[in-house]
């Protein structure tokens, strides 16, 4: 499975930013899909995953209520659409795939991951 991440950039505080993930390489319907940052010096933690069929979502607490995941199958794409964004929110997204139908919260849990995007967000 190949993924690739777009979408990051540099964005206020209170801004909104909206990352894609392209997949490739297997049957997207039949991966569970999840979003991972990490920040400079700090270890890479869990921000949301989605099931097969998107009938399940998961979140961070960190991110519960401003972050919202979530796929277009037909498009083999998953999104990550980031409001009420603060400086604490700076990191590099990865996305990760599993495959299975509804992956768990460590990286351990994820076989195929991209390159990353950087999100900047500026106080």
């Known amino acids: 499975v190949q993924l690739v991440e777009s979408g990051g950039g540099l964005v206020q505080a209170g801004g909104s930013l909206r990352l894609s993930c392209a997949a490739s390489?297997?049957?997207?319907?039949?991966?569970?899909m999840a979003w991972f940052r990490q920040a400079p010096g700090k270890l890479r933690e869990f921000v949301a995953t989605i099931s097969w069929s998107a009938g399940s979502s998961y979140y961070a607490d960190s991110v519960k209520g401003r972050f919202t995941i979530s796929r277009d199958n037909a498009k083999s794409t998953v999104y990550l659409q980031m409001t009420s964004l603060k400086p604490e929110d700076t990191a590099n997204y990865y996305c990760?795939?599993?495959?299975?139908?509804?992956?768990?919260?460590?990286?351990?849990?994820?076989?195929?991951w991209g390159q990353g995007t950087q999100v900047t967000v500026s106080s």
């Open positions: 390489g297997r049957t997207f319907s039949r991966l569970a």
């Open positions: 990760a795939a599993s495959e299975v139908e509804v992956a768990g919260r460590t990286e351990y849990d994820y076989q195929y």
